[in-house]
């Protein structure tokens, strides 16, 4: 990691996604220190999901005790989303449509709020200014909680809510394409190879969910192969 004018420690939430994987990337080029989180919540990848964060983390020397996991199992308990509820299937991208797309049930509700609430916690016990979290708007699938008005509300709310109210979370990737994550990721040397996309599988990707094809469409546009397997 290189130094730079702001070396606070900065916290990383990292699923172990392409886009958490390049926004910690961009952390590690403005700040000397980084401590990374991962929150496990029932999804259907999860196991899978948990090995590429800690691959991830030894990618970019993070020791032990600025690696945290933490358990949200409540997610699977609340369900509505078929990224945690077993009875929802996660559905096939539609290749054919050009209807505005409506924020789909993969959507896990509310979510981000509690994942950034566990950060947010997390750095003030460790004096961490900076939370990255690789939310993007332009090219996600819709979610509300991906959506820059939503990071301006939240960030209002940590400055009320926290003991010195300068915490702030930082969305490096949220106006970007997934093509120019994938060339910011090729840019700053960043291990795509360790990423994981897929809402289904966790052995070999589906390449037809909504994530796949997002995914796969930004490797298409920036003219570069997806070091990922396909079924």
Not at 66 to 92: A, C, P, W, Y
Not at 121 to 144: F, H, N, R, T
């Amino acid at each position: 990691m290189s130094s730079s004018n702001d070396n606070d420690l900065a916290i990383c939430l990292v699923s172990g996604g392409m886009d958490s994987l390049v926004s910690a990337a961009i952390a590690s080029t403005k700040h000397s220190s980084l401590a990374f989180l991962h929150l496990r919540y029932g999804q259907k990848t999860q196991k899978k999901e948990a090995q590429c964060f800690h691959l991830i983390a030894d990618h970019y020397r993070i020791p032990s005790h600025r690696r945290k996991v933490i358990d949200m199992e409540f997610f699977k308990q609340i369900g509505g989303s078929s990224l945690t509820d077993e009875n929802i299937h996660v559905k096939t991208h539609d290749f054919t449509s050009t209807e505005p797309r409506e924020i789909p049930d993969s959507y896990v509700p509310f979510r981000n709020t509690h994942i950034v609430a566990m950060a947010v916690s997390w750095a003030e016990i460790l004096g961490a200014k900076s939370i990255y979290i690789g939310a993007v708007a332009e090219d996600s699938s819709g979610y509300p909680d991906c959506r820059p008005d939503y990071y301006r509300a939240l960030n209002q709310l940590i400055k009320e809510g926290t003991k010195e109210g300068v915490i702030q979370v930082k969305t490096p990737l949220i106006s970007l394409s997934k093509k120019e994550i994938v060339l910011k990721a090729h840019e700053l040397g960043a291990p795509l190879e360790l990423t994981w996309s897929c809402y289904q599988n966790d052995e070999t990707a589906c390449g037809i969910c909504e994530s796949c094809f997002l995914r796969l469409r930004g490797f298409r546009e920036a003219f570069l192969k997806d070091p990922l397997p396909y079924l």
